[in-house]
């Protein structure tokens, strides 16, 4: 039988916060003897981020990965974290701005694994792991073509590249109102209509992208595609 004060959040918390508090300093002075402090001030930025991480981590294990405290606290370290570490090292952001997207979005990913009672509110929760995942490649992209000295999107340029991380979004929506419609949900439902329309309306916009028209014509493309959708 399994002793039930192991499964005690505030037993679980008060075991985890000297070994993580331990590990942060230890990494902390690493970074003062290894890393040269010219930029000391990044400091201010890299060590809220590193509380973050470890509060989030340790709430994560006392309370569950999908409790919103923790993720919503990890994303956050890990935002911070990125931009003091980029400080603290001397990145050259001209090269490195994409972590800006590519961090962030897995942050907000994170959100997408919030674990929601209510069957109406869950599709929408988890659109925020596509968009984070969206966001994140396309911070990928942009951080290889820096790599490549902007050789791989001017490349891609005739053939409207970004059209693809508009589409995703719309792919997703479109697999969470068929979740929703597996778990229950008449095909009518708002929760369903209202996911159908964002991926329709994000399939427009990409068509109308990938057919070179100006951003009007595709904000317009988008708003009759769903607008339609919500006639019938």
């Known amino acids: ?28 002075g690493a970074i003062l003897v290894l890393v040269p402090l010219t930029y000391w001030w990044s400091l201010f930025i890299l060590f809220p981020g590193l509380i973050f991480l470890v509060t989030g981590a340790v709430l994560g294990v006392a309370l569950g990965w999908r409790n919103p405290l923790p993720l919503a606290l990890t994303g956050i370290g890990f935002v911070v ?40 509110v869950r599709p929408w929760v988890r659109m925020h792991l596509w968009l984070g995942v969206d966001v994140l490649l396309l911070g990928l992209v942009f951080l290889l ?65 990938f057919l070179n028209a100006g951003w009007a014509l595709q904000t317009a493309a988008g708003l009759a595609a769903a607008g339609i959708l919500f006639l019938f």
């Open 1 to 28: 039988m399994v002793n039930s004060t192991v499964r005690n959040p505030r037993l679980i918390i008060s075991r985890i916060i000297p070994v993580a508090t331990g590990l942060m300093l230890l990494s902390v």
């Open 81 to 120: 974290a990125t931009v003091g570490a980029m400080f603290l090292l001397g990145a050259d952001w001209e090269v490195w701005w994409p972590l800006m997207l590519i961090v962030p979005g897995a942050a907000h990913g994170l959100l997408g694994m919030i674990k929601v009672e209510s069957p109406s």
């Open 145 to 209: 073509n820096n790599f490549s000295r902007n050789a791989i999107l001017t490349a891609w340029y005739p053939f409207h590249w970004w059209g693809i991380f508009i589409l995703m979004p719309g792919l997703g929506a479109f697999y969470n109102a068929a979740n929703a419609v597996r778990s229950g949900f008449d095909g009518r439902h708002l929760v369903v209509r209202s996911l159908a329309a964002f991926g329709l309306a994000a399939c427009a916009v990409t068509l109308a992208t």
